[in-house]
């Protein structure tokens, strides 16, 4: 039973340019979520989706989009990359239904922007 | 909104208990998470309590939940050195899907 897969693993960008990460939630869940976790702190949730649709947002500007496959899949694009957009960016699945559901993550793509 | 505290580091002797504490501010999480993060590595899901229990224990893992105080805990019997990593706790914001993580504690388990 495979978990949460990420990617890539690794890359690094320039300021201005965008990037697209991807994720394939463990098997059997249908809800996807992303956090962006700076050196040193704890992740920040971005935002999640569920049945192809962004359910919830976080404090995030609108450079960062998402989006969901039919097979449950999602991509993160981050638009006009800043310095400080450099991170260590989580996904996170779980099933539809919040209450009493496990949410697990992936080992996450390091992004470097220089 | 939702605030998650932890101590920033800890300092055990391997063999030794660790206990790390957090605490949180929404009274309405459902669920309450641990989850571990070795250096360069993701997140992985350690254990989790459901808001109407006081404890939880999962082989070397304990966890008591103190829902008057709003106060989290996770202990873990018979430290070892592979048990050095960042531990956080994490609680859902508002009854949504959101997780809201505290800045993590840093366990140093000596040999």
């Known amino acids: 039973d495979a978990g949460v897969t990420q990617s890539p693993t690794h890359l690094i960008k320039t300021r201005g340019q965008q990037v697209t990460l991807r994720c394939s939630p463990k098997?059997?869940?249908?809800?996807v979520s992303w956090y962006q976790q700076a050196l040193g702190q704890g992740p920040q949730f971005i935002f999640q989706y569920y049945e192809e649709e962004e359910r919830q947002r976080g404090n995030f500007p609108d450079r960062f989009s998402g989006h969901q496959f039919p097979n449950y899949s999602s991509e993160l694009n981050v638009n006009a990359l800043l310095l400080g957009d450099s991170a260590l960016y989580l996904c996170?699945?779980?099933?539809?239904?919040?209450?009493?559901?496990?949410?697990?993550f992936g080992e996450g793509s390091w992004l470097t922007v220089v | 909104g939702e605030d998650v505290e932890q101590s920033l580091f800890l300092s055990v002797r391997e063999g030794d208990s660790s206990v790390i504490n957090c605490t949180y501010t929404d009274s309405s999480s459902t669920y309450l998470y641990w989850y571990k993060q070795e250096p360069g590595a993701g997140l992985q899901l350690l254990t989790y309590?459901?808001?109407?229990?006081d404890m939880k224990q999962d082989q070397r893992l304990t966890v008591l939940l103190n829902k008057k105080d709003k106060h989290l805990s996770l202990r873990i019997a018979d430290t070892q050195t592979g048990d050095s990593a960042i531990y956080f706790c994490a609680a859902p914001m508002d009854s949504s899907y959101k997780l809201i993580f505290g800045s993590g504690t840093r366990l140093l388990v000596r040999p």
């Open positions: 098997s059997g869940h249908d809800t």
């Open positions: 309590i459901f808001s109407n229990m």
């Open positions: 996170a699945s779980s099933t539809g239904t919040f209450s009493g559901n496990t949410i697990y």
